[in-house]
């Protein structure tokens, strides 16, 4: 029998995109939809007094003018976390529809909603709106001063949230004679997700209920929320999620969903569009963190750790969003990651006056591994250590467990993934080649790790659920509430589907748009959990799709049930290995039977209470151009360990993708802000420098398939992993070359600049 | 959907005039990569648009009576960079428009509209400012030239009548003969991006090849509008090809380029990148010219 899985099978909705047939929001949006522009706010944080819409509706073609004094006193939260029943757990409700308490520059203050864009874009350039400003606050830790502005009134000194790690004394601990003390302080930018498709939602009314068509990750979140928003029965909303062009976890919130909702109700349920502009994008849907981070290390002459102590500053903008569950997670790595007795951990995250920040790919891990890859190279240096021998010595263990999310280091997978690494850039002949370099352009090579892991149990609801239903012609459809968000799950589920029944893949239709009316219950794209999860309710609702056909087989072959098994769609007596009768003809039988009718389907859940560990590297070869302060990155491979591949050449692809958003976020990305306004500068993709391909070398992706003891399918996170590591392994790898150390990402040729003057090079 | 309130397609130089002169309010498009841009910004909403784009006497590149080159204003980016012309006499020009925006916009995007908008940064301009290119401006009247130092007026503002619109860009004869140049985007990354400054050199060296005979520079986003940089010029000519006289070149330049600090880079820093970026043209068009450095 064809196994699918492991086989880099062609995506199922490879044709579909690749011809632009594929249906997306807002190809799914009739031409009669109302048309929505926004009205933002042009002052970073104030009270709106007034909105003037006199001028306005004046324009031909605008249907209504909505406010933010118009909207319900309902404040929701936006997370895209599955609810809690714990009301100590529940995610931060903190704002409105609109709000006249405008907290970011480009909060909601008004929705024009007119016939066509140019009505709508013309109306909302004539809405005036009146302020009474106050004081606002960009930088994390000026907004934890005692005078700082505060943002909101639940939150005095606008910390959302503060936890702590103590582990051992480290108060003691460092004491110990003769350690060294290596410190630092490590910051990250402000940046956006860059999907290339921008958040539209569109929604009207039918039979009293509201029915939204979204591009979003997570469908039956918003669901919920809406409903919370509109203060309405969750299931009087209907959400439909089609194919979407990338979320990155900007769509792992409920954006305008609630938005566009209610506007349908103020327009008598006609079908109303809220379309994102790029500028829109970036600042007034989701921000990563910018977190700030203080390392300090206490580290024998050698190289054990006596005490480490870490504080992160998390800068969460206006709104609490995914909140603090972003830094925690990227804390929670630092004790795990290069064991150390006593460590001593504080994380906060601060409101301020920048747009809200949320889920983005890798959800506090980047950031985190930018502080402390950076850190441990810096260390490696005080000790006169070359870093990548370093990092063998002191890295996780094979066999570390964590007792609090049970997650378990089965194999030796650091070291591995760093043999893998070291070989694949000729690392050790280049470390030797490169050393004691003085001309202008210098080359170097450094590399970085990255912890990671898969999902959120057992912080959170892990489930899974999946409907199979057979076909007249032996195939199936096959459902889930996780969704395609251009990863490929949809085609690791019908590979996995395939297998678990046993049929050809060509045999299994996905169902890709999930439609909270008829998807089963799932919580959706994020993490870095699809795949792993998505298995065990495929697997388990295959087996039992497969015992009623078998049930139904021993009837019409009259063989016994355990002598039958459906082997690449065909009903076969195992004992002789002889094909009784296609599963075609079996399901056929089984819908028009006059004897026994049965409708062939399956149903079920799958509770997770599992995680897995996924890990992985980076290694970089840069060539710095000092008095160009250009860095030309000449080789970059990353290295995973996501357990056995379910789809090689889906995996490759993935990680080429995370490996370019990582290049960005080390080299050229940040959303930058006007010190004197809080105004965005560069909200677009011109000013704002995603990296191109052109900025790319050949991406290189290799894997150590360990497989994933605790999944159906051996399987674990590749989605938000690969671009946790890339930037902090370029820092090495300048830092190599040049013996400047940069700890503010991104490295641009502005930062260079600074450092290599401070540094003589210039 | 674009807020416009009119479009008016030329069909001719002198359908173009007429047009101009009967819709005084309305603005020129040809590529329309940076008019449709600013339309949607909401800058140039509700204009009204004659578009030059279909006029296609106005594309192409040849050679006129007098050997000087004329570039025809709605010539794309990518047709110039792979016309043999400019490949044989004017090389960097073609190597300077290849790094505007990427390949969509170099297909679009035309070299007329590049000047007409009077931007510091447009990648054409810095050359065709060391080439000491000529503006051809058609108007009821007839043609008009004008050196390009004098076209440009200020930022976004270029010297065309209310009648007119740009034809050609000429290259003078005397500017490209055994002339060799090179040009420097300095940009945040290496495409789809504006230049953060750019600098264009081009030499004509003595007959021994030891000494420069002639030496232009020009910078884009060191000052308002694309400058030319004499007192560097005039450092480097009839100097031997020597370290020395690159460096002295590089440094001279700072005295007559007047860049400012902003958010997109500070003072400092395009300073410092102005005078490496003027000794690696000067020594790359050396070496484009066949010269050796003592």
Known sequence: ????????????????????????????????????????????????????????????????????????????????????????????????????????????????????????????????VSYEEYPFVLDVQKAMEPDAPQIHEEYPGNILAHTQIRNGNYEEAIKEPGLIKVEGWYDTPTVQHCHIENHVCTAYME????????????????????????????????????????????????????????????????????????????????????????????????????????????????????????????????PQIYPCPNVEGDAW??????????????????????????????VARALGREPLEYRYQIVMPKGYRDEFSKNENYYDTFRQVMDKGRKALDYDRKREEYAGQTGPVRRGVGMALFWYNTAVWPISLESSSCRMVLNQDGSIQVQTGETEIGQGCDTAYAQMAADAVGIPFEDVHVVSTQDTDVTPFGTGAYASRQTYIGGFSIRQTGQLLKERILTYAQELTRQMRSDLDVIDGKIVRITDGRELMTLGELATEALYSLEHSEHITAESTYQIKNNAYSFGCTFAEVEVDIPLCKVKLLNIVNVHDCGTLINPALAEAQVHGGMSMGIGYGLSEELKFDEKTGKP???????????????????????????????????????????????????????????????????????????FKEEGLL | MYDLKALYEAESVQDAVRLRLEHPEAQIIAGGTDVLVQMREGKRAGKELISIYGIDALRGITLDAAENIRIGSLTSFSHITRDPIIQQYINVLGEAVDQVGGPQIRNAGTIGGNTCNGVTSADSASTLFAWDAIIELTGRDGVRRLPI??????????????????????????????????????????????????????????????????????????????????????????????????????????????????????????????????????????????????
């Open chain 1, 349 to 378: 995250s601060v409101f301020t006056n920048k747009p809200a920040a949320g889920a983005m790919r890798g959800y506090g891990i980047p950031q985190a591994m930018w502080a402390g890859e950076s850190h441990i190279d810096d």
């Open chain 1, 681 to 755: 500068l560069n909200n677009n993709l011109l000013d704002y420098k995603l990296s191109t391909f052109m900025d790319h070398p050949h991406l290189q992706a290799l894997f150590v398939e360990n497989p994933e003891p605790t999944s159906p399918y051996g399987t674990k996170a590749l989605g938000e992993p690969p671009a946790c590591s890339p930037a902090p392994a370029i820092r090495n790898a300048i830092l190599n070359a040049t013996g400047v150390a940069c700890n503010n990402a991104p490295m641009s040729p502005h930062v260079l600049f600074a450092r």
């Open chain 1, 207 to 334: 039979a009293g209920r509201i029915t939204v068509t979204s591009s979003t990750q997570i469908p039956h979140i918003v669901r919920r929320v809406c409903g919370q928003a509109l203060g309405i029965p969750w299931g009087k909303v209907r959400i439909i999620k089609p194919y979407i062009g990338g979320g990155f976890g900007n769509k792992q919130d409920a954006l305008y969903e609630p938005l566009c909702a209610w506007l349908t109700t103020q327009v008598g349920g006609r079908l109303v569009k809220i379309d994102c502009a790029r500028e829109e994008t970036f600042v007034s849907n989701r921000v990563r963190h910018a977190i700030r981070t203080h390392i300090i290390s206490w580290v024998r002459p050698d190289g054990t750790f006596a005490a480490r102590k870490i504080e992160c500053f998390s800068n969460q903008g206006a709104y609490a969003s995914h909140g603090h569950g972003v830094v925690a997670k990227g804390m929670g790595a630092f």
């Open chain 2, 149 to 294: 130092q004098d076209f440009y007026l200020g930022a976004g503002k270029v010297d065309i009548h209310p009648d007119e619109i740009q034809t050609a860009i000429l290259i003078p004869r005397a500017s490209y003969e055994n002339c060799y140049g090179h040009y420097i985007k300095y940009a945040m990354r290496n495409a789809m991006d504006i230049a953060t400054t750019g600098c264009s050199v081009n030499v004509v060296l003595s007959e021994d090849k030891k000494s420069l005979a002639r030496v232009r520079i020009a910078y884009g986003v060191a000052g308002p509008i694309p400058t030319r940089v004499p007192t560097a010029e005039a450092a480097a000519t009839g100097k031997p090809l020597t370290r020395e006289t690159v460096d002295t070149f590089a440094a001279a330049v700072l005295a007559d380029i007047h860049p400012r600090n902003s958010w997109r880079a500070s003072k400092d820093f395009r300073e410092h990148i102005a005078v490496e970026m003027a000794r690696r043209c000067l020594m790359e068009s050396i070496k484009l010219a066949g010269g050796v450095m003592a």
């Open chain 1, 1 to 128: 029998m064809s196994k699918s899985v492991g086989q880099s099978m062609k995506r199922v909705d490879a044709f579909e995109k690749a011809t632009g047939r594929a249906k997306y929001t807002d190809d799914l949006c009739d031409r009669s939809a109302l048309v929505v522009r926004l009205v933002h706010s042009t002052i970073a944080h104030g009270m709106v007094t007034a909105v003037d819409t006199a001028e306005a509706v004046k324009v031909p073609g605008v249907v209504k003018i909505l406010t933010c004094f118009d909207v319900p006193d309902i404040p929701f939260p936006t997370a895209g976390h599955p609810w809690s029943t714990d009301p100590h757990h529940q995610d931060v409700a903190d704002r409105l529809l609109m709000n006249r308490h405008v907290r970011y520059y480009g909060d909601e203050v008004a929705a024009v909603v007119a016939e066509d864009e140019v009505a709508a874009a013309q109306a909302a350039r004539l809405v005036k």
